[in-house]
């Protein structure tokens, strides 16, 4: 799928790939949660990986008015198949030349948050409202601009911000 995202993406040694894969993980995460939107992690069978990567795990935003759940981010670990295909080697301390390990996460896809936010946040009256996420949890507020992380996106993304009948609060 082809959407408006950041790429994040690590080279390590072979011996910190799954530290490297939880780290790339726990980033698209904490994005999400960040947000205060719902959210799964899933992890993908291995016929359903992309050729070459090893380990894969999607992280899907909840879609109410689909009644289901879209991938926003990918988490996936090809070891040194890319490398080997683009032929990106390191030394080791003894000279020795090896394979890099590759792996690769997306930000959030930013076409898929919209409407999650509009639907998750919405009130009766068509306003968004980004202060709560309606579990009674307050959506985390950064502390020099006094903007919650939904605010900033929701500005980023829509200079003015208005959403259906009475914009976000």
Known sequence: YQFNKVEMVQYVTE???????????????GLMKSLGLH???SKLAAG??????????????????MGIYKEV??????RDYQA??????????????????TLNGSGLATSRLVPAIVEQYQNEDGSITVK???????????P?????????????????????????K
């Open 15 to 29: 011996d910190k790939t799954e530290e490297a894969f939880d780290e790339l993980l726990n980033i698209a995460e």
């Open 132 to 142: 709560d996420d309606g579990r009674g949890i307050p959506v985390e507020v950064h």
């Open 73 to 78: 981010s990918s988490v996936s670990n090809s």
């Open 39 to 41: 959210y799964q992690v």
């Open 48 to 65: 359903d990986c992309a050729q070459g990567m090893c380990r894969t795990y999607d992280i899907e935003v909840w879609i109410p008015s």
């Open 84 to 101: 080997r295909r683009n032929n990106t080697k390191y030394r080791d301390t003894d000279g020795n030349l090896h394979y890099a390990c």
């Open 144 to 168: 020099k601009t006094g903007k919650s992380t939904l605010e900033t996106v929701l500005t980023v993304l829509h200079a003015g911000g208005k959403f259906g009948g009475g914009g976000y």
